[in-house]
């Protein structure tokens, strides 16, 4: 059987989300600390630990099949990479910031200004579009600093809280888009690599169902069962089960992670008891 190439980051904001989703995904690995080069153990998977900017091109040369990066590197690229699943971390957004001074209208406020950014392509396709001309200088790093020493009037660049454009007086004025990491696929991928990553790609999505999901038990009057089942969203019907007590059942359900504060209120308004909601490691429809 042939072995599936995963490029993955080797340090920095990406690598150990991405190793925890392969784990979580029952592939076990080594954290790449010592190693550019990992086979796992249980599964037909070779670990490439790799610069994340370096990644779109060893996909897109086909050096490796299958890599796990941040999706703004993607768009800066501008080939067509196949992106197969968003993985919901690392969740940013690619930024237009300018001097809080700035008395900003539109992004025409920008024409023939020098804009700082580590994203040239993304840059230029943006203002392109919006029919405004910029002078770009490329930088690969502390791109917040630019205008506060002269370099540049403005800058593209990721803000994810905002503390790092706070803390240099700057403000966010346009979000030219959002990105997080993702699972992208190279154009080279043969029918063989192709069946272990359909294999790599329902377990994740197996994990990130769960991720997203909690599971919920509650005792319910047995005349209840009907009003609770109406505020529980269920993947095909609920399960009830006979309690020892007389009348009472036990009721399960999976409920949306971000909204079971929500659902518990109104469960006990109708009648819901001894509510326990768990973590749910694996979800498979
Ligand atoms: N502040 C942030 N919050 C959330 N996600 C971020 C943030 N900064 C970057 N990212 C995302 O994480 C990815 C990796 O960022 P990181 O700073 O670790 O690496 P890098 O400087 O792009 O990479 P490398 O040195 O590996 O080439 C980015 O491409 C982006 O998608
Ligand atoms: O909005 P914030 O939460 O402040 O995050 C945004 C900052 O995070 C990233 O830098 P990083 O910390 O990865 O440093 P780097 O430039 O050395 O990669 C990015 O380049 C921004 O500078
Ligand atoms: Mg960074």
């Excluded at 971390?89 to 237009?96: D, L, M, N, P, T």
């Excluded at 409920?255 to 308004?269: A, G, M, R, S, Y």
Aim: proline share 4%; glycine share 6%.
């Amino acid at each position: 059987m042939s072995t599936l190439k995963i490029a993955i980051q080797k340090s920095g904001r990406l690598n150990e989300d991405s190793i925890q989703i392969l784990k979580d995904a029952g592939i076990s690995i080594d954290n790449g600390i010592d190693q550019l080069k990992a086979e796992a153990s249980n599964f037909p998977l070779e670990v490439l630990y790799l610069r994340n900017s370096d990644i779109p091109q060893y996909l897109i040369d086909g050096v490796v099949d299958i890599a796990i990066v941040g999706d703004n590197l993607l768009v800066e690229k501008g080939n067509d990479i196949e992106v197969i699943q968003k993985l919901g971390f690392s969740k940013c957004k690619v930024s237009v910031a300018v001097p809080k001074a700035f008395d900003y209208k539109s992004v025409q406020d920008l024409n023939g200004m020098r804009i700082a950014t580590s994203y040239p392509k993304t840059v230029l396709d943006f203002f392109n579009s919006k029919g405004v001309t910029v002078d770009i200088h490329q930088i690969s790093g502390s791109v917040e600093i630019a205008p506060n020493i002269g370099l540049a009037d403005a800058i593209v660049d990721i803000v994810s809280s905002g503390s790092t454009l706070f803390k240099n007086n700057l403000k966010e004025v346009e979000v030219i888009f959002k990105s997080e990491a993702v699972l992208a696929v190279s154009p080279k991928v043969t029918p063989e690599s192709q069946k272990i990553i359909d294999t790599l790609k329902f377990r994740i999505e197996s994990v990130l169902r769960a991720r997203k999901s909690k599971y919920i038990l509650m005792n319910v009057p047995n005349d209840k069962i009907e009003a609770v089942g109406k505020i529980l969203p269920v993947l095909r019907s609920l399960t009830v089960l006979p309690l020892a007590q007389k009348g009472w059942s036990s009721v399960h359900s999976v409920i949306d992670k971000d909204t079971f504060w929500d659902v518990i209120d109104q469960l006990k308004e109708a009648g819901a008891e001894g509510i326990l909601i768990c973590p749910i490691e694996k979800m498979v429809l």
